[in-house]
């Protein structure tokens, strides 16, 4: 499998992932320090058990994530709002402060050694739509934390930092990526497989061993880091984008390179030029590039408007699907955007990317397949 280039998965733009505020350096890891409680992380089962607890309905985003399966809540990440959509991004204002809200109130409620119970949230503090809706992203990147990380360490050879998790999550309060290791840390039923600076909160070890090692983890690890390249790729039917639906089984024949992004990534803005010159280059030749946006599975709030507005200040001609929970569990589950698979025309896949791919190595790679 290649390797990512490092720093090009989905993390901190400048613009566009902290919303209405300006860089990177105004998180506020508040907590840290002399006023930071102590550190210890979530389990993906502890967290079902708990969100379920005395019979609360959930709201429906959340209640969805929990019947599709632990499998798609443990491998789909979250990540930005498109830069050039800032109006009707999903990091509006006021979803900005509800999410502020909810991540000031968990971190201040936060007891070492007791789980969060999820319900209470609900039934007792966030009762307003908008409270809801950032505590059901928030809820999301709990189930997905633990492997992301773990998958990070694996791709990169070291930790990704609080920034790269709050843009791989679509995290805009101040200090939630520290929050939401913190709520890991509290569980007491789970592997204390990292350890932490304790001034800056920054991971500095991941102990990969122990999560593979952990029934809870290790199976679904195993699928997401083993790689796909001499595996027949699974059939996708996806509902389109920007025409009608994308269903593989219409490409017998083509090579096909398969995309899988969201909306303001920011290594998908950067590939995005690439795949347009790729698709100019190669159509004619047997490739067939498909778009696959993950914006719906991951609950990102984003309009079709703002996607249609992408696709075209993008340039992107080339079909695009939304990717569903079907996809999604077939092919392991994505944890870092963006994610290609380069599949021939026999329908075997060649090649695996995560992260951003140069256009030289797209371009040798397809020219070995189509021929």
């Given at each position: 499998m290649a390797r990512p280039s490092e720093g090009e998965t989905a993390r901190t733009p400048a613009p566009s992932l902290d919303g209405v505020m300006k860089e990177p350096h105004h998180r506020d890891h508040r907590g840290h320090g002399g006023t930071r409680r102590d550190f210890s992380v979530l389990s993906v089962p502890s967290l079902v058990s708990f969100s379920?607890?005395?019979g609360t309905q959930l709201s429906a985003g959340a209640d969805r994530l929990v019947r599709a399966g632990l499998g798609l809540a443990l491998t789909i990440s979250l990540s930005t709002a498109a830069a050039s959509a800032q109006s009707e991004k999903a990091g509006t204002p006021s979803q900005v402060q509800a999410?502020?809200?909810?991540?000031?109130?968990?971190?201040d409620h936060l007891q070492p050694g007791q789980p969060l119970l999820i319900t209470e949230l609900y039934n007792k503090v966030f009762t307003e739509a908008a409270d809801r809706q950032a505590l059901d992203k928030l809820y999301r990147a709990f189930f997905r934390v633990?492997?992301?990380?773990?998958?990070y360490q694996e791709k990169f050879g070291h930790p990704p930092t609080l920034d790269t998790i709050a843009g791989q999550f679509d995290l805009h309060a101040p200090g939630a990526a520290d929050v939401l290791l913190r709520v890991m840390e509290s569980d007491p039923r789970v592997p204390k497989f990292l350890t932490r600076d304790p001034r800056s909160g920054e991971i500095t070890s991941?102990?990969?061993?122990?999560?593979r090692s952990d029934p809870r983890f290790g199976q679904a690890l195993e699928h997401q880091l083993t790689g796909w390249e001499g595996k027949h790729a699974p059939p996708f039917n996806l509902p389109?984008?920007?025409g009608a639906n994308v269903d593989s089984a219409s490409l017998g024949g083509k090579v096909v390179l398969l995309y899988v992004w969201f909306t303001g990534c920011p290594p998908c803005m950067k590939e995005s030029p690439v795949l347009v010159g790729l698709d100019h280059e190669f159509k004619g030749k047997g490739l067939a590039i498909v778009g696959a946006n993950a914006d719906r599975i991951l609950g990102l709030g984003y309009t079709d408007a703002v996607r249609q507005r992408y696709l075209t200040?993008?340039?992107i001609v080339f079909p695009v699907g939304h990717w569903n929970a079907e996809a999604n569990a077939a092919y392991g589950g994505v944890a870092i955007f963006p994610t290609l698979f380069l599949i021939d025309s026999k329908g075997m896949i060649r090649n695996q990317w995560v992260g951003f791919v140069s256009a030289e190595q797209l371009r040798q790679a397809v020219e070995k397949v189509v021929g």
């Open positions: 379920l607890r005395g999410e502020t809200r909810v991540v000031d109130y968990i971190r633990p492997l992301f990380v773990v998958q991941v102990n990969v061993a122990l999560v389109g984008v920007n200040e993008h340039q």
